[in-house]
């Protein structure tokens, strides 16, 4: 994934400037829903899982926004343990996982020629995954049996967005962390 985002970034940087008017990015909140699994923060779960993520686009220079950014993910899996004094069952694991940080992105609009209905971008985030991990009562094994990923990450992504009107968009966001759709409010 890295690989086709950063030969994207090249193609996309051949193209010319147009000299259009300077359109503002920022000021906006996105709302997605998408999945997270095997890269990043999430690559030990082995699975991908559902995420909701938001964040808030602020305007740092022409073409370039920084986004505080929340997401949200749940992982639980149910566990076989027993020993000589405890029965045998299952015993169920949950983990909330709560990623935050900042992301940076780039628009490419004055690089490649779209209509002005499209905004594409690449970008990079990162940021500290905060964990809140439990066992079921009763369940005496190794609570360390599921080894969380290092809570520092670091994932570039590339997506776009089509706006519906001066309000409201629409956004695709590939990540090789989280990848997200969602609504673009202004």
């Given at each position: 994934?890295?690989?086709?985002?950063?030969?994207?970034?090249?193609?996309?940087?051949?193209?010319?400037?147009?000299?259009?008017?300077?359109?503002?990015?920022?000021?906006?909140?996105?709302?997605?829903?998408?999945?997270?699994?095997?890269?990043?923060?999430?690559?030990?779960?082995?699975?991908?899982?559902?995420?909701?993520?938001?964040?808030?686009?602020?305007?740092?220079?022409?073409?370039?926004?920084?986004?505080?950014?929340?997401?949200?993910?749940?992982?639980?899996?149910?566990?076989?343990?027993?020993?000589?004094?405890?029965?045998?069952?299952?015993?169920?694991?949950?983990?909330?996982?709560?990623?935050?940080?900042?992301?940076?992105?780039?628009?490419?609009?004055?690089?490649?020629?779209?209509?002005?209905?499209?905004?594409?971008?690449v970008g990079g985030s990162g940021g500290v995954a905060l964990v809140i991990s439990s066992w079921d009562a009763g369940?005496?094994?190794?609570?360390?049996?599921?080894?969380?990923?290092?809570?520092?990450?670091?994932?570039?992504?590339?997506?776009?967005?089509?706006?519906?009107?001066?309000?409201?968009?629409?956004?695709?966001?590939?990540?090789?962390?989280?990848?997200?759709?969602?609504?673009?409010?202004?």
């Open positions: 994934m890295k690989k086709i985002i950063l030969l994207s970034s090249l193609i996309f940087l051949i193209f010319q400037f147009d000299g259009r008017a300077q359109e503002k990015y920022g000021q906006a909140l996105n709302v997605g829903v998408g999945i997270g699994g095997y890269a990043g923060y999430f690559s030990y779960s082995g699975r991908t899982l559902p995420v909701i993520n938001v964040n808030y686009e602020l305007d740092l220079a022409p073409n370039i926004t920084l986004a505080p950014f929340a997401s949200l993910y749940i992982n639980s899996d149910r566990r076989y343990w027993g020993n000589n004094n405890t029965p045998d069952r299952y015993y169920k694991y949950r983990e909330v996982v709560i990623p935050i940080g900042i992301k940076g992105t780039y628009y490419l609009d004055d690089i490649i020629d779209l209509t002005s209905e499209w905004d594409v971008y369940y005496l094994g190794d609570k360390n049996y599921y080894h969380s990923g290092n809570p520092i990450f670091f994932d570039l992504n590339i997506g776009a967005t089509y706006h519906v009107n001066n309000k409201t968009g629409i956004f695709i966001d590939l990540s090789s962390g989280i990848s997200t759709i969602g609504v673009q409010l202004r």
